[in-house]
């Protein structure tokens, strides 16, 4: 039995742990799988980095540190799993380690001719 390749099928995609060849600080993975409903992203910051504050209007986001710890308007470390609902201020900082995280949320739709307001 063969399987077809148009069908969806469950995989593998990366290691979650933060390999010598990532960047030092970004995203170091990102979701890439087409017509996929989802954006994910594997995150580092190095020690003492921030991203400061910022809403996200439009979606809500699952966020899992992976590794390290730091600040995410509370302490967190490894294997904590954090929700931002839209409209939530959030800023992150790093620890002494750095902080690796994932991010999970609803695709962003992309760009629509619409209807100029009457």
Known sequence: MTLDESEPTARILTDGRRGEDAPESGAWWTLAESGRQLDANLVHLPPGRHVGEHVEPD???L???VEGSGTIGE???TGSL??????????LTAGPD?????TVHRRRPGMQIK????
Not at 82 to 91: A, D, F, N, T, Y
Not at 98 to 102: D, M, N
Not at 115 to 118: A, C, E, L
């Open 98 to 102: 750095g902080l690796s995280y994932l």
């Open 115 to 118: 209807r100029r307001p009457d």
């Open 63 to 65: 966020l899992v540190v």
């Open 59 to 61: 979606l809500d986001v």
């Open 82 to 91: 954090v929700w931002l609902p839209h409209g939530s201020r959030r800023e």
């Open 75 to 77: 302490p967190v470390s």
